[in-house]
């Protein structure tokens, strides 16, 4: 439902943050937001377009911050901790695409979701992807883009799954470092919510590990899979510690 709409509380519980932090950003209007008389409204396709934007340009403090909360909000939804094993498998994973243009990776990244057995919606996924690389490039420093589209309805995965695709060759994708892209993860959740979390997930796997080292260096799509697997541990390792300290 692209024409869905927030009220302040519900926006705060779907980007995983406080109240206080959605007053700030409302004050400071660095959310897009609209005014109904004394009510606030949230449009969710801006809504979507604005959090993922800000999450992949978060330095590493914000970033840590924000996937603290997002991780709390996320236990409202999955039993685990680790989100990853059930998100992806060995055979979601492409180690030479032979793709040399933004618009065949995608067409690839799509075709490549399909053998996942998740995707109800190939076609819509596929101009849901070219319209959020129109709006701004997935793609990050390091050489990664994380593939989503620009509208993450429920309606186009019949459940959540990361795929995961390894270019022969190098592809201008529009980083900000200007660097080339050769790694793409594509993201799929139903949930909404688990979006944005998961957006969040792999962004701190790419900041704060060595993963992208070890999917370059990586001989098969097995020894990806347990690089990604050992990344999300890494990253939640200083979390778990401090619950068990607290505890």
Known sequence: MPYRTFGIDEVARYLHLSRLDLDRLVKDQEIPFERHGEHLVFRKVNIDAWASQRILGLESQRLTEYHQKSSRGAQEIVAHAAILPDM???EFIELAMTAKTKASVLRQMVALAEKTRRVCDPRAL????EAREELCSTGIPGGLALLHSRNP???LFESAFIALGRTIQQI???SPDGRSTNLFFLIGCPDERMHLHTLARLCMMALK???LVDLRQAHDAEAMYEAILAAEQA????HKHSTDSAA
């Open 235 to 238: 990253v939640l390792a200083p």
């Open 88 to 90: 992806i498998r060995p």
């Open 209 to 211: 590990t060595d993963l």
């Open 126 to 129: 596929l101009q849901g992807l």
């Open 172 to 174: 201008p994708f529009g």
């Open 153 to 155: 309805e429920s309606y």
